[in-house]
């Protein structure tokens, strides 16, 4: 073979080896580009968690409770938020469907057990959550031993309709929803679990824009209602970045203060909420939860539970359902719209206004009380009502009923002589009498308001 011949067969060669060498390239490089298009949602998946992780944490409320000085004292709270992990896989926790006497379906259910079951189930603890006794406080004590208090958030941006000035595409705000998990509720509606909390709504498009503006407002849950402050509102109680929430002894209502707070309705709570006295303050660790949950491979499978996480019961003794099924969690905005700018505080130091709302206050507990008898033994509650009247009655015939003249007002009269003779003068001007209670009474209530209202001026009080 001649020089040049050797020297075709070479470049040939050559050239053959340089075109695979384009080819490998393209391909690596066409893989590599793959690969990079795959990891990039991945990779923004990973930062927006690290961006939430990092609101949530931040803005984590401290937690004040009323103190308690000794095991089973009904003056302190007994409870603290935590992980609901300390009830699940729990084998003295039942899982029950509602039926023929309610059957127990396992014992120690877990997250993956609750998945994707509906509101005929409920949970079960050791007790009974209409006389608890202090079974439920003991039983927190053991399964919590060793953990530490915890709240769960969940943070969401939510598109709104754009204000006037706000940039294209800027109609959202991001919020921080706290849910506080509770092992017992010891209130006038006594009932197991308690699911309660706060929320952040932040003045931003997203997240990162919330973590460099700061939140704008915020709302606590109250029984079905709420109340809500501005970030730099005065009766806000801050600790740093984090809000502070006055937990209400036993009903775990959330306030913005240390006081007696008087309910007046559902919303509010029927009844009243005690946070003054001497506190302790919880710092707790916080969890972020998932937007949603597919399957019950999920840790936090427990999400997709739609039943009840405690003992069945009528009205308002049954079970909470979970975040899920709470109006906060899909519509933030929401529920923030319904809240109030201001829960009654009952003033301190004011005798006669604490008097009157410790009779209102006893009432209402004492009317639980009968309901929770009605319910748990009607029979005995029968008895109560017959040994009521038998009493009266026997009071009644103690006593001397014959009329006497209604003058002169200073005399001498028994007991049923007073009241027949009281009775006689209303009967005899019904309409005066009437007229005189529709005067009276609002105008009553509306001199007691005015006297409330006056003393939360401090120049006056």
């Known amino acids: 073979m001649s020089r040049v011949g050797r020297w075709r067969g070479s470049d040939r060669t050559r050239a053959g080896r340089l075109l695979w060498q384009r080819f490998l390239l393209v391909l690596l490089v066409a893989l590599g580009g793959g690969l990079v298009v795959a990891a990039a949602p991945a990779a923004q998946a990973q930062a927006d968690e690290s961006l939430e992780r990092e609101l949530a944490e931040r803005y984590a409320p401290v937690i004040e409770i009323k103190r308690q000085a000794d095991e089973c004292d009904d003056e302190g709270e007994p409870y603290a938020p935590m992980p609901v992990e300390v009830i699940l896989d729990n084998p003295q926790v039942a899982l029950r469907q509602v039926g023929r006497n309610d059957p127990v379906v396992m014992r120690a259910p877990g997250a993956a057990d609750l998945f994707g079951l509906g509101e005929g189930f409920y949970l079960d603890f050791p007790g009974d959550s209409l006389s608890p006794g202090c079974i439920y406080e003991k039983d927190f004590d053991r399964y919590t031993e060793g953990v530490e208090p915890a709240v769960y958030a969940r943070v969401s941006v939510e598109p709104h309709e754009p204000d006037e000035g706000d940039d294209a595409g800027d109609g959202a705000d991001v919020y921080v929803q706290y849910w506080f998990w509770w092992y017992y509720n ?92 001497p506190s302790d303050r919880l710092r707790p660790d916080v969890i972020v939860l998932p937007d949603t949950v597919e399957s019950a491979d999920d840790p936090f499978a427990w999400l997709g539970f739609e039943g009840r996480w405690g003992e069945r019961q009528s009205g308002p003794f049954n079970g909470p359902t979970g975040p899920t099924e709470k109006e906060r969690w899909d519509e933030p905005a929401e529920w923030f719209d319904e809240l109030r700018d201001a829960s009654v505080v009952v003033p301190a130091g004011d005798s006669q206004a604490r008097f009157i709302v410790d009779v209102f206050c006893g009432a209402v507990e004492g009317g639980s009380s009968l309901l929770i008898v009605a319910t748990t033994s009607p029979v005995a509650l029968v008895v109560a009502v017959a040994a009521l009247v038998l009493g009266l009655r026997a009071l009644a015939r103690r006593t001397v009923w014959t009329p006497v003249p209604a003058t002169p007002l200073r005399r001498a009269r028994r007991a049923g002589q007073a009241f027949r003779g009281a009775f006689d003068e209303y009967r005899g001007a019904p309409l005066g009498f009437a007229v005189l209670a529709a005067v009276y009474v609002p105008t009553s209530f509306v001199v007691g308001l005015l006297a409330v209202l006056l003393q939360q001026i401090p120049i006056v009080s």
Not at 228 to 242: F, V
Not at 247 to 272: M, Q
């Open 186 to 277: 010891d209130w006038n509606n006594t009932h197991e679990s308690d699911w309660e909390g706060i929320v952040l709504r932040f003045d931003a498009p997203t997240v990162e824009q919330a973590l460099a503006d700061g939140p704008a407002e915020v709302g606590y849950a109250q029984h079905e209602g709420g109340e809500r402050a501005g970030w730099d509102d005065a009766k806000l109680d801050r600790d740093g970045d984090r809000p502070v929430v006055h937990s209400s002894r036993g009903s775990h209502a959330s306030y913005f203060g240390s006081a007696l707070y008087l309910g007046r309705s559902a919303s509010e709570g029927f009844g009243c909420d005690e946070t003054s006295g």
